[in-house]
């Protein structure tokens, strides 16, 4: 399967983002501009998102063999994943160690959450609209804003919506994502067996998340014993985003 791929940076070593849940490659564009005087970053669109192709069915190992297919020409290199992107690029890490030189981790662990009743709230809600009836933009984010409220979150999901000549349409593939939440919020822990990633590895996690805490560490240090965690004032779950100047100096100071 062939990604799709935004490439920024021309010499030096090559970085490439895995990006999170209802995002696309472009996301990391601020990031990637300014690494790009000093690497090759590769922006990925990950399977079932933005620009890439769909799978009928969401399996984290399955994915991640498909990012690892694509990224072989690439390797080694250093590798970031935030959210489902941070779960993708750790099975990637497991199962094909010799592509990945050092690891970057974005506020996400290596472990199944209770729940994602809130972005099958955000799925069911855009499933719903009907698209037939849209002549701008703005008419999807006014349907979205009730269910939606934070406009950043509106404006996020938005992105997805591109219009074409047979009218607008989702690039994600919400069927897929909303009928199997609990393959997104999992972890493949019995299909990695007891496998673990020698390489270097840094955790970014948002002093205002709850996706990393303190009981995940003992799964962390399993699976990657070569980690470091730090934790970034100011920022919840999209710490690239809310702190991009602390994000980007730590990331400098880990791939150089």
């Known amino acids: 399967m062939s990604l799709h791929t935004t490439v920024l940076g021309d010499h030096g070593s090559t970085i490439a983002f895995c990006h999170g849940l209802f995002g696309q490659g472009k996301n990391w564009t601020q990031i990637a501009k300014a690494l790009s005087p000093d690497h090759r970053v590769l922006l990925l669109d990950m399977p079932n998102h933005g620009r890439s192709p769909w799978t009928e069915t969401f ?31 750790m099975c990637l890490a497991l199962r094909h160690p010799e592509l990945v030189e050092r690891l970057v981790v974005v506020d996400v662990a290596p472990v199944t959450y209770a729940s994602g009743r809130e972005f099958v709230g955000y799925i069911d809600t855009m499933r719903q609209m009907d698209l037939t009836t849209l002549e701008r933009r703005d008419q999807a984010e ?61 955790w970014v996690g948002g002093a205002g998340s709850d996706y990393i805490s303190d009981e995940h560490a003992a799964e962390m240090d399993r699976r990657f014993p070569r980690n470091r965690r730090v934790l970034v004032k100011g920022a919840g779950h999209w710490v690239h985003s809310e702190q991009p100047e602390v994000f980007l100096e730590v990331l400098r100071r880990f791939v150089r």
């Open 142 to 202: 006014e349907a979205l804003r009730e269910a939606v409220p934070n406009p950043v979150v509106r404006s996020f999901l938005l992105q997805n919506l591109r219009r074409s000549d047979d009218g607008w349409h989702w690039q994600l593939n919400l069927d897929l994502l909303g009928e199997d939440m609990d393959g997104l919020v999992g972890w493949p822990d019995e299909k990695l067996g007891d496998t673990s990633y020698d390489g270097a590895v840094l």
């Open 59 to 89: 399996d984290y190992v399955e994915l991640a063999d498909m990012v690892a297919s694509h990224l072989e020409p690439e390797a080694p290199l250093a590798l970031v994943g935030h959210s489902m992107g941070g779960k993708i690029a």
